[in-house]
């Protein structure tokens, strides 16, 4: 986005500096034809100026034009997210057997055959996880679990009791969480 | 503007167990956002089931979106509900 904030600048500057030209200009003459130098323009007909300063005011609205009309890349950042569920008291959990979800934004996400999960995914540069994710959720036929991220978030800032453990520069790192069964 | 009327199933679980089917296809509402009192609580998962815990017992609004649809609710979800209440979503004209 730099780029695009330069390249408005250079527009700026160059619409400027045609219309100080423009508005302060002096009346070129032809050195054959000993007759002001003119410029057709569509719709706004002949006029006696300089090129210079046109150009300056051509090239200003051009640049302007090209950086509008480019798409705004942002960028992305990939994080990191780690975490378990726990099986509920009683229950033996084939993990693989179940799915990992993270909603509402698609990440690749498995299990491990020991109930943890290591996540990792692009975000849009300067959002939070959990501006992204809502949810980390996991789920079988017979059990299932989430994690409310937003709210574990924000308990954990508030100093609150949380499932996330630690929270660093583009990493999450929750503790284990318990599943439910539904029979 | 939607009603809703419900089962119980009877489950063996802990906290507030839903489970949110379409009553037309009887399609579960899987991956759908659930609100309590306006507050987003969580997703059901892909059988369209959810463990709510509400900050107090009783009667709570809840409003769902599934296939384009909204439905507002009128649940009763207690701290410590022991069986699956099948919520059967009716959408009213």
Do not use: C
């Not at chain 1, 849009?124 to 017979?142: A, C, D, H, L, Q």
Request: net charge neutral; aromatic share 10%.
């Amino acid at each position: 986005m730099a780029d695009g904030w330069i390249m408005y600048g250079l527009a700026g500057l160059s619409l400027v500096l045609g219309f100080v030209a423009l508005l302060g200009q002096k009346i070129y003459i032809d050195s054959q034809t000993n007759q002001p130098t003119e410029v057709e323009l569509p719709l706004v007909g002949k006029l006696k100026t300089n090129y210079p300063a046109l150009a300056f005011v051509l090239v200003g609205a051009f640049l302007a034009a090209y950086t509008w009309s480019k798409p705004r890349d942002l960028g992305e950042e990939q994080w990191t997210i780690t975490g378990s569920f726990l099986p509920p008291a009683g229950e033996n959990v084939v993990w693989e057997q179940g799915t990992l979800v993270l909603l509402p934004k698609a990440f690749d996400a498995a299990m491990a055959p020991n109930g943890t999960f290591q996540i990792t995914g692009s975000i849009p540069k300067g959002k939070r996880f959990e501006e992204v994710v809502t949810s980390i959720m996991y789920t079988n036929g017979k059990v299932s679990g989430q994690i409310n991220v937003s709210e574990e978030y924000r308990k954990y800032g508030a100093h609150e009791t949380s499932l996330v453990k630690s929270a660093g520069d583009k990493l999450r790192e929750y503790s284990p969480a318990t599943l439910v069964v539904y029979e | 503007m939607y009603a809703i009327a419900a089962l119980l199933v009877p489950a063996a679980a802990q906290g507030a167990l839903f489970q949110f089917v379409d009553d037309k296809t009887g399609a579960a509402a899987g991956y759908v956002p659930v609100q309590v009192d306006g507050q987003l609580v969580g997703y059901t998962d892909m059988y369209g089931r959810i463990d709510i815990h509400a900050q107090q017992s009783g009667e709570h609004t809840v409003n769902i979106r599934f296939l384009g649809r909204a439905f507002k609710l009128q649940l009763n979800i207690s701290a410590d509900q022991k069986k699956l209440t099948v919520i059967r979503l009716v959408e009213q004209r």
